[in-house]
């Protein structure tokens, strides 16, 4: 008997080892599976270009982390990035010297961002409207915006400083790479080593028991929306200064869909309560991975907006089948 019990608690570990490290496991093999099968892709030149490419969209998906975990969701995070992103270049061709305007850009970009958030969390919190309806208003509200200020077109920037901070590296890897990464690194320390992170934790797993722990689960909620906004300023002047402009209409598109499979993928659970950023890095690259190689592959391109949405369904029924 005493064997038996033995056996299934390693039985049991084994499973709690690997539901825990699944992301990180799947990044691995789809690592491996593509570096077999295709010579381009294991260049470091390449690798280097897909951590380029996935870096704003990362830096989005942090802030949908602590969204998702708290039990909410954040349709409007690609919008308010377009929004940020021409503020900021609006405001910096109004500024003659190069480094003001630069700091001008950052200032404004992280400053729209910032108020997208707050709104956010306001609707949903404040207003007692549901996360989804709030954020699929707001989505359209920064949208429009942003169209409207950019006559529905692309703006661009003659500030060589601001062409060049998106082309810095450090030790061969881009400044958006480090900025996502150090980003991760802050917003992991919150979500694991602080009080409020684990409030988010709580909140997103039973609300009602949260209150009745004297956690302001509408406080908690609010701050998750605003550092979502942070995070999408953040990415939209990264993104803006990495393309030296910016596309009223593109900018940001599918950026929620993006943001929203890498938690998921990795390991975020959809319904809150439960989710890491080492997990949603794991899943920034996993998406950045696939979609890289179906580049090299030939897929159509049109096609990987089907591929994503798959990823989106098996990794939410993989989490529902292991909660029961």
Known sequence: MKEECAQLNRESSW??????????????????????????????????????????????????TFVIIAGGIDLSIGSLLALAGVSGILVMGKIADPAAALCAALGVSVGIGLLGGILNGALVTLGKIPSFIATLGTLSIYRSLSLYMADAGTLSSSNELFRSAGSLAFLGIPLPTW???????????????????????????????????????????????????????????????????????????????????????????MNGGRGSIAGTVAGVFIL?????????????????????????IIAVLIQRQNNE
């Open 179 to 269: 900025c996502f990464l150090l980003l991760a690194l802050v917003f992991g320390v919150i979500l694991r080593q602080t009080a409020y992170g684990r409030h988010i934790c709580a909140t997103g797993a039973n609300p009602n028991a949260a209150r009745y722990a004297a956690i302001d689960i509408r406080r908690v909620r609010f701050g998750t929306y605003v550092l979502a906004g942070l995070a999408a300023g953040i990415a939209a002047f990264l993104f803006s200064s990495r393309l030296n402009s910016i596309s009223s209409t593109d900018a940001g598109l599918s950026y929620e869909l993006d943001a929203i499979a890498a938690a998921i993928i990795g390991g975020t659970a």
């Open 288 to 312: 950045g991975i696939i979609s890289n190689a179906l580049d090299m592959w030939g897929a159509p391109v049109n096609l990987q907006g089907l591929v994503k949405g798959l990823i989106i």
């Open 15 to 64: 499973k709690t080892v690997l539901n825990e490290n699944r992301p990180f496991i799947a990044l691995a093999l789809l690592l491996a599976v593509c570096m077999i099968s295709n010579e381009s892709f294991r260049s470091p030149q390449n690798l280097i270009n897909i951590s380029r490419q996935v870096a704003c969209m990362g830096i989005a998906a942090l802030g949908m």
